[in-house]
């Protein structure tokens, strides 16, 4: 390529534009406040967390197509008002297209990218939907039209070739062939740079032609989606449109390359923190993504003069062809997607600081002219000279024989070559249109067929590849599976999918649905066995794990509704309500929704299918796991017993030993990735000649198993024991629920408080304290006991297992365990830790009063190493004794020195004697008033009491049965809380739920009455008590 010397050392900044979307459905229920508001061409964004916390970005163009928009009667958004501030994909064309249009014509090669997270509008803004079409379209339709126009001064050839980049291999989406292993090549030549080898470039002549390789390279992505099992949400897809334009008169030609890249979706992989994968190191979600954003990083250094020593295209595939793009000779523009929507503020952010990076690269664009054009023109100069040297020659009456001979054979040679250019392009061209007018035929027919007879339409999460295959059911049975053996047979693929997975009947314009034995078909959310189901029009069908499709009736049937609502989340939706996973009713309409349990519901129906295919690939590469979600309460593991969020995680277990693992959201997500790898790879293996090869490689070494994990200690579930009574010194023994993540009893655990004194002498009634602020400054030892644990779920469904039990205290950092108990349903513990604080603030007192600890059950199982105690940084006295509150200034210093810490022990025994000989003193002096209360009043008795204990210590009594009331109290807060209908819930199941759910509150509100009552009469009786003996004593 040689450049324009004017354009030498010109920069052209690659032009950003951010575009924000209406909210969708999710954002809607959510109740969603917008945070980002635009003025000219700057954006504001705002956390919603902190009212202050504000960012501005400004770009080349800010387009705000968020609202104050209407749908016309062709369906096109528009804004409101003639003139509003909507910006409707014209507009969006205006400033963009026209520009990259205008710099392809001037012979510059140009690219626009869409980067956004997944459901941004990326691909709105790129391809469109429906009406509203989309930059390429309109970008393709314009060029035909310049084309048109300009016809009597250039003549024009264009190609397009549509590609797809998935974890790192190319699909090319027009081509015929079956499908590459392991995708197109791409290379590297010094004058091309990087190029796919053998993608399939076609000559066009219209826009129609492009929209229709569009469509048929959509058709290929989407079938390529379901074969393989991928998400086209990962992948990147790249249409090529290459320019070539000959001006005759000024003998030259330009050429440029038009690359339109709609990305793969940018959220970020959130570190999963403590959590984080062990597989996780190896594998990029999406390499190409990810290099991508460094090389924009380090462009962007590069531009604000930092020394960058490599800038790494060479890294990834989608970087590699896009180099030009970034950097070197193209003009480049971003449009930026994002939701303006509150829960979507991270990914949002992180997106416009993209944008920003990508603002700052500078690429150097030149003209191009093409080296096959410079050849013509050279072929064509030197005819010209051949051709007067002859006529030379003639002049000069030589009769070189010879030389005359050889200049004509050149001359014909040259004038070949010159007309083999030339034809070529309208060879191509012809071939192409033949090829489409094939394409056109069967579009027409597929119209037709639509008119005649119902079908099944595929759905896709991507909402851009739904309804995009198109399945007729005709008169007569159908077989519908993966065989395609068969005249009449449907042929689908997809996992789980049977040779013959079920039969349509279409008889007397009625269509039925009948499953074959052993394949999983779902119709509206309900698995149907075996069983012939008529289907109505709009009726969704799950076939295998996971191949969505609608069926749309006869024509006669089909009105003039909108199916567009039947998306893919309404299909996981309906599947999630019929395992009794909802929001409520009446949310769908009202803003009230509590955005956490919104959060769980939509990861919920995110990862179903997700679950579904998993397990479908586990069974089919013979792996032994079943995976499956939970919604795991939070509430579970805090020490107040908030009802924080919830969270989904995913229960694996393997089939054979019974061993478990619970797996994050994020991990489930990275596993899947890296299962649909392995799968792929499988069925590549398998497919053909290499069946036979297939299970020697299927075996993948263990620490690279994405379904297997080394054994771990597996949390069952939790207890909480309230500190309350500690504040008090009243000790408190309890039988504990220990409640799994789904509220299931894993176990009952009898546990103590002790409140004790250093050296771990339990304490008496006499030590009771009526205020606890005077433990303020003063030591509180007290010991935790945990006895017994009965009828352990864990060990019930199987033997081979143990549990353990581990618990965190005030501030201690890492938790403590219990030695591992095997085998036994009700293994005696028999653990005793104590603890002390040596100068209690009113920090260690307000958590006291406030909080639980929280007793951690874990499973054991086979393979597993216990969980040991970390007691770095744990501050522990020489006796063992755990330190729970930072030392006082002496206490510190007795702690940290042995001698001191020896005198204490012998002051602390000296207390203790002094303490017991007290106490035999107290009960000599107490028998001793009774003797005289005895002869005082003859026989008498006194109110029916033989002994006046002292106000106090009677107070402190009844504290300590209003403590003890109020830990069951809180027990059943808790169970109140974690209570929700049963997964089977329809009408009748939710009316039981409403009846059990009052009366536990029914029952709650009787104990917390009854407790402050008791509370009351014991005050008012010793208040009693005590003015009638200050009366008497008096
Ligand atoms: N500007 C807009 N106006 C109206 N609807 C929009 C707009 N942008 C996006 N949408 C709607 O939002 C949904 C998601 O958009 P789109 O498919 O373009 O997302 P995407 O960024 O391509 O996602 P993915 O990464 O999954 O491919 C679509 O239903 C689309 O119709
Ligand atoms: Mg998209």
Redesign the pocket.
């Known amino acids: 390529m040689r450049a324009k010397a004017s354009d030498m050392h010109s920069k052209d900044c690659v032009k950003v534009a951010v575009?924000v979307?209406?909210f969708?459905k999710r954002e809607r229920d959510a109740g969603s406040r917008c945070i980002v508001s635009m003025v000219s061409s700057s954006i504001t964004i705002q956390d919603p967390c902190e009212s202050q916390s504000r960012r501005i970005f400004c770009f080349d163009y800010a387009y705000w197509?968020h609202s104050s928009f209407a749908q016309d009667r062709g369906g096109l958004?528009v804004p409101e008002e003639p003139g509003g501030r909507y910006a409707d994909q014209n507009s969006v064309f205006q400033d963009l297209g026209e520009g990259i249009l205008e710099n392809a014509l001037q012979g510059y090669n140009a690219t626009l990218l869409?980067y956004?997270?997944?459901?941004?509008?990326?691909?709105?803004?790129m391809v469109g939907?429906g009406p509203?079409k989309g930059l390429v379209p309109k970008l393709c339709d314009r060029l035909f039209q310049a084309i048109r126009e300009n016809q009597d001064t250039r003549q024009c050839q264009v190609f397009f070739s549509m590609l797809e980049i998935y974890n790192e291999q190319v699909v090319d989406l027009l081509s015929r062939a079956s499908r590459t292993p392991g995708g197109l090549r791409v290379r590297e030549e010094q004058q091309r740079g990087f190029y796919v080898e053998g993608l399939r470039t076609v000559p066009c002549d219209s826009a129609a032609q492009v929209e229709q390789l569009m469509e048929q390279g959509t058709r290929t992505r989407t079938t390529a989606a379901t074969n393989m099992n991928a998400n086209?949400?990962r992948s990147h897809m790249l249409i090529i449109l290459q320019l070539k334009q000959i001006f005759s008169k000024e003998s030259i030609t330009k050429q440029s390359n038009i690359n339109l890249v709609?990305l793969?979706?940018s959220e970020r992989q959130r570190s999963s923190g403590s959590e984080a994968d062990r597989l996780k190191e190896g594998t990029a979600i999406n390499l190409s993504l990810t290099t991508l954003g460094n090389v924009i990083s380090s462009l962007a250094d590069v531009a604000v003069g930092k020394k960058v020593v490599h800038i790494p295209y060479r890294d990834s595939v989608l970087t590699k062809l896009l180099q030009s793009a970034l950097g070197g000779n193209s003009r480049t523009v971003m449009i930026a997607?994002l939701s303006p929507a509150d829960i979507c503020y991270e990914e949002s952010l992180s997106t416009l600081r993209y944008a920003e990076r990508a603002k700052r690269i500078q690429n150097r664009a030149v003209v191009n002219e093409s080296p096959t054009e410079r050849l013509v023109k050279e072929l064509k100069a030197e005819n010209a000279r051949l051709l007067q040297r002859l006529s030379r020659l003639g002049q000069e009456g030589r009769r070189a024989n010879d030389e005359t001979k050889e200049l004509r054979q050149l001359l014909t040679h040259n004038e070949l070559q010159i007309r083999a250019i030339q034809t070529l392009w309208e060879q191509h061209l012809q071939e192409a249109l033949k090829d489409w007018e094939q394409q056109y035929a069967n579009i027409t027919q597929e119209r037709r067929m639509m008119q005649m007879h119902p079908y099944i339409l595929n759905i896709n999460?991507?909402?851009?590849l739904s309804g995009v295959v198109k399945l007729f059911i005709q008169e007569g049975d159908w077989d519908i599976g993966l065989c395609d053996s068969s005249p009449r047979s449907i042929s689908i693929k997809g996992l789980g999918i049977q040779e013959r997975h079920a039969v349509f009947r279409n008889e007397q314009r009625r269509v039925t649905l009948t499953p074959l034995a052993g394949s999983k078909v779902i119709i509206n959310g309900n698995a149907v066995f075996q069983t012939e189901t008529e289907l109505q029009h709009l009726d969704r069908l799950i076939l295998g794990s996971n191949c969505t499709y609608l069926f749309v009736g006869y024509p006669s049937e089909r009105g003039g509704d909108d199916w567009s609502r039947y998306d893919y989340d309404y299909f996981q939706s309906e599947l999630a309500a019929a395992e009794g996973i909802h929001l409520g009713e009446s949310s769908a309409e009202s803003s009230q929704t509590d955005p956490s349990l919104l959060a769980v519901f939509y990861d919920y129906i995110k990862l179903m299918p997700m679950v579904a295919e998993a397990n479908q690939m586990s069974q089919e590469l013979n792996k032994g796991v079943q995976f499956k979600l939970e919604i795991k309460n939070l509430a579970l593991s805090d020490s107040k017993g908030h009802d924080l969020q919830k969270e989904i995680v995913v229960r694996v277990t393997s089939l054979g030993r019974k061993q478990v693992w619970m797996w994050s959201k994020a991990k489930l997500v990275n596993r899947k990735f890296l299962m649909e790898e392995a799968y792929q790879q499988h069925q590549v293996e398998t497919s053909g000649d290499n069946r036979v090869e297939a299970l020697s490689t299927a075996a993948v070494p263990r620490d690279k198993d994405p379904f297997w994990d080394p054994v771990e200690p597996v949390l069952l579930g939790t207890a909480h024991l309230w500190l309350q009574s500690l504040a008090f010194r009243i000790p408190l023994e309890e039988q504990l629920e220990v409640l799994g993540s789904e509220g299931t009893e894993e176990a009952i655990l009898q546990a103590q408080l002790v409140p004790c004194t250093s050296t771990g002498l339990p304490m008496g009634e006499d030590d009771i304290l009526i205020d606890p602020s005077e433990l303020l400054g003063r030591r509180l030892d007290f010991q935790l006991v945990l006895e017994q644990c009965c009828g352990l779920r864990w060990i019930r469904e199987a033997r081979n297992r143990g549990v353990q039990i581990g618990f965190r205290l005030f501030n201690c950092s890492q938790p403590l365990y219990s030695p591992a108990v095997w085998h036994n349903v009700n293994p005696l513990l028999d653990h005793r830790v104590h603890f002390a604080s040596l100068h209690t603030s009113q920090r260690l007192l307000d958590y006291l009063q406030s909080s639980a600890v929280v007793l951690e059950l874990w499973g054991l199982q086979e393979g597993c190493t216990d969980l040991i105690s970390c007691l770095e940084g744990v501050r522990m006295t020489t006796e063992g004794i755990f330190i729970i509150e930072e030392a006082g200034p002496t206490d510190t210093a007795l702690v940290d020195s042995a001698e001191r810490s020896c005198s204490v022990r012998a002051l602390q025994q000296d207390l203790e004697e002094l303490k017991s000989v007290n106490a035999s003193l107290r009960k000599e002096n107490q028998s001793l008033r009774e003797q005289l209360n005895a002869a005082r009043n003859g026989g008498e008795s006194v109110r029916g009491r033989s002994v006046r204990p002292s106000c106090d210590a009677e107070f402190a009594r009844a504290l300590k049965v209003f403590y003890h009331s109020m830990t069951s109290v809180k027990g059943q807060l808790q169970r109140l809380r974690r209570h929700r209908p049963s997964e089977e819930s329809d009408l009748l199941g939710l009316r039981l739920f409403v009846d059990e759910q009052s009366r536990l509150l029914r029952d709650f509100s009787e104990q917390l009455e009854q407790s402050v009552s008791t509370l009351k009469q014991d005050v008012a009786a010793i208040v009693r008590r005590k003015r009638e003996r200050s009366g008497i004593w008096s």
């Open positions: 575009r979307r209406p969708n197509s958004y869409a956004g997270q997944t459901g941004s509008g990326k691909s709105y803004s939907y509203n086209s949400s709609d793969a979706g997607t999460e991507d909402a851009q």
